[in-house]
């Protein structure tokens, strides 16, 4: 309904004009898109198995499917390990494999490494590895996937609850709003980083609940935003005129105001994605974030702590979280301009 | 009047905005003189260019998105489009100054009034202490201000304050011109006419030039020495006064001079004993004002006192009154929309206590459309859905049906029904407000409170939206309450007038009544004010 014309478009067509004409936020988007997507594909980049199997004519994919070791002749009824040199050998008889550009997992333990880990960057390993002997490239490509992916479910979850609350308080006004604003008052008061830290070491985080954890206190954000847009926008005329009609006033909110409210919420959107990077990745360094063994960024940096002799972890990690957030706040900027009505000329 | 060098002289001086690819000409190849001491007023409906032209003098235009593609301008045989920023600066607000159409915002709302006039006293003349004091008051005097508004901060005066503060400062360093752009489009009838007249006397006091801007016909016949009409950002006609009124050469100068609002009320048929449709007993509405300590009563400011009005079919009742004696505030009660005391009557039901919800079946019969075009549509709907809003509301049409409703109600508002799939902002301010009477008519209302819903119009659209309301009345039986500040409008429209000053009806009676045998002393000031064609 919002933009089936091609009339209405006009505005949005010279948003997007402006968004282009800002070279920086421009490439900076299809750059993130670009690795956003390729980190997508991570299991195809970067896998302890291959991609594609060929063993006596018939095709398998690994990466999808599990196989016991016995269908490619092997002994055991578990599933097959394909960096063991062995069952390499007895696929290799009868067929071939076809790997990933980089034949380790995030969770791949290197046993044949030439030097005791955390090694160097070597052909093998192209950014090292980290102290339990696992790949670094594999490791930050898939916590760039994490890290994002969790951003965005927090976004857009506490734009979905920030977004319905400043509606609600700043179309009724009055108590509700009142009482809404001082509440958000309180909870924002909190010291969110120790809560954190006391609720994950209660239940054992898993990355759902780290989700609504983080959901619990991240929803404030766009609350008030919303709600002066709510707050301007129940006095605007045609907001009085579907009143006068009979129109209800849910459809109002969401018909009449919540369009207004949209562009407001759209320019905070990357700045509170860049936020939620940041947080996941300070809980991951802290060690009260994700699980164990998962990929993650937070986990690398207190790596790159902890061996100070081996450079490379710590700069993998500066330069993954650099790259992924100033990128990230370049967009952020465009699209601010880009909505930005005074700004547009 | 010395011939020799105008004071101004504006050589086919044209403007454009550049956005983009997009080249608007807003001004093209327009001349004119002013001499000093002497009146000039461009007159010319909404998007004519004449601010634009204005504001070009100054060079107060956005550049680089505006520049000029031709023209010179000279004031005393200085060229003023390519003078340096600098020499500019001295002579805005020394030479030539301006007062700009909303007061308000033209003001500083942290800074009191003495100290802004100060300001600018300041910038051009090395005035301190008791010298700029004496200024101060001086200038205070002259624009007929209590010198001790000199502490008062502008949301502490009223409209009418403000003007003359911005007059004040405007006249502070004896300028050779004024610019005066809408100086008085923002304010009441009354207050209006008191500030031409301040404006013609500071100019014989100090000999200076003005330069007049405004849409408004009677304003420039009050004060003009020579008008210059303009259109589509060309000149149409330039002559004295005089002769513009009693001889238009042009015929849209013509066409201009013959749109007042003029004609009688649809004919009324009085059987007697009909029921009035809607009627209120001492309605009041209160607001309350400041902050309540715990259990301290409220203090109350009464925006309506003791309103009675009634309504019969197909009779329209003009509400007449100054900004801020509670016309709206009047309406928004009898819609219901904001709480009151007393008795409403509308098709035989005491609506006073309805809430939202007993209040919805009743609200496709009373209908409104606000005053201002551009705020009451929805910029994001297109028009078939803003038009179909109520009917979703309170008919349970199919799609179809619905659209079919639609196409009628834009025939019947003489708008093409294709525009229906487009948006607002294609439109102008006349093409909305028939958009907003469309969307009133289609729910076939028996009622529609109309609040200001010719002010924001240049005066030839207007006469035109005042002519299809009065077609859809005849039609279909309609009552309407039109609430204006524009007499003329309210005449030609209303059976029945009240005039309304600080919540209170002072007078009502059938408008033949009111507009040739006023009463009160303050409705005769009114019609003064609104209707005499001198100051």
Known sequence: MLFNSDNFSAINQRRWLTFKSNKRGYYSTWLFLLLFVLSLFSEFIANDKPILVSYEGSYYSPTFFSYPETTFGGDFETEAEYSDPFVVDLINEKGWLLWPVVPYSYDTHIADLPSPAPSPPSRQNWLGTDDQARDVFARVIYGFRVSVLFALALTLGSSVIGVAAGAIQGYYGGTIDLLGQRFIEIWSGLPVLFLLIILSSIITPSIWWLLAIMLVFSWTQLVDVVRAEFLRGRNLEYVKAARAMGVSNSVIMFRHILPNAIVATLTYMPFILTGAITTLTSLDFLGFGLPPGSASLGELVAQGKGNLHAGWLGISAFAILSIMLTLLVFVGEAVRDALDPRLAQ | ????????????????????????????????????????????????????????????????????????????????????????????????????????????????????????????????????????????????????????????????????????????????????????????????????????????????????????????????????????????????????????????????????????????????????????????????????????????????????????????????????????????????????????????????????????????????????????????????????????????????????????????????????????????????????????????????????????????????????????????????????????????????????????????????????????????NLLAAALSSSL
């Not at chain 2, 003029?262 to 449709?277: C, E, F, Y």
């Not at chain 2, 209120?280 to 607001?287: A, E, H, P, R």
């Open chain 2, 1 to 524: 009047m010395n011939k020799q060098t105008p004071l101004l002289a504006v050589n086919r001086l044209s403007t454009d905005f550049i956005q983009g690819a997009s080249r608007t000409r807003a001004v093209i190849d327009l001349s004119f003189e002013i001499q000093p001491g002497e009146t000039l007023a461009i007159v010319g409906e909404s998007g004519s260019g004449k601010s634009v032209t204005a504001h070009s003098i100054l060079r107060l235009l956005p550049y680089p998105v505006a520049h000029h593609p031709s023209g010179k301008i000279f004031f005393k045989g200085k060229e003023l489009l390519n003078i340096n920023p600098n020499k500019l600066r001295s002579i805005r607000g020394n030479n030539i100054s301006m007062i700009f159409q909303e007061p308000l915002t033209a003001l500083n709302p942290l800074h009191k009034a003495g100290d802004q006039i100060g300001e600018v006293i300041n910038l051009h003349k090395q005035l301190r202490g008791e010298a700029l004091k004496q200024r101060i008051i001086e200038l205070l005097d002259q624009v007929d201000i209590p010198t001790d508004k000199a502490n008062a901060y502008p949301h502490e005066l009223s409209g009418g304050q403000r003007q003359r503060i911005m007059i004040a400062m405007a006249i502070a360093n004896e300028p050779d011109l004024l610019i005066a752009d809408e100086p008085t489009t923002a304010l009441d009838v009354t207050v209006q006419a008191q500030i031409l007249k301040l404006l013609k006397n500071i100019q014989q006091r100090m000999g200076m030039a003005i330069l007049l801007i405004t849409h408004d016909l009677s304003v420039v016949k009050k004060v003009a020495d020579r008008v210059l009409v303009m259109q589509h950002g060309k000149q149409v006609e330039q002559a004295d006064t005089q002769t513009l009124f009693t001889q238009p050469q042009q015929d849209y100068t013509k066409s201009l001079l013959d749109a007042e609002p003029s004609g009688d009320p649809v004919h009324l048929d009085l059987n007697n004993g009909q029921k009035p449709i809607l009627a209120s007993k001492g309605l009041s509405v209160n607001f309350e004002v400041g902050k309540r300590w715990f259990f301290q009563k409220p203090r109350l400011f009464n925006a309506v006192k003791n309103a009675d009005i009634s309504i019969l079919p197909g009779e329209t009742l003009g509400v007449v009154g100054e900004s801020g004696s509670g016309k709206s505030t009047l309406a928004m009660a009898l819609l219901r929309m904001v709480d009151s005391e007393g008795d409403i009557h509308f098709l035989d039901q005491a609506i006073n206590q309805y809430d939202q919800n007993t209040m919805r079946p009743l609200r496709k019969d009373i209908q409104v459309v606000f005053q201002d075009p551009f705020g009451s549509l929805s910029p994001r709907l297109c028009i078939a859905d803003i038009i179909s809003e109520g009917l979703k509301v309170h008919q349970d049409l199919s799609p179809e049906q619905r659209e079919q409703k639609v196409i009628d109600i834009l025939q019947e508002v003489d708008l093409d029904p294709a525009i229906r799939h487009r948006y607002p902002h294609e439109f102008s301010g006349g093409q909305r407000q028939r958009i907003a009477i469309a969307r009133a008519v289609i729910l076939e209302p028996k009622l529609i409170i109309l609040d200001e819903p010719t002010s924001a119009l240049d005066r030839s659209i207007q006469v035109q939206v005042l002519e299809l309301l009065k077609n859809l009345q005849r039609k279909h039986q309609l009552s309407y309450i039109f609430i204006s500040h524009d007499l003329q409008v309210v005449r030609s429209i209303s059976h029945h007038t009240i005039v309304m000053k600080a919540g209170e009806i002072i007078e009502s009676g059938t408008s033949e009544a009111i507009f040739n045998r006023p009463r009160q002393s303050y409705t005769k």
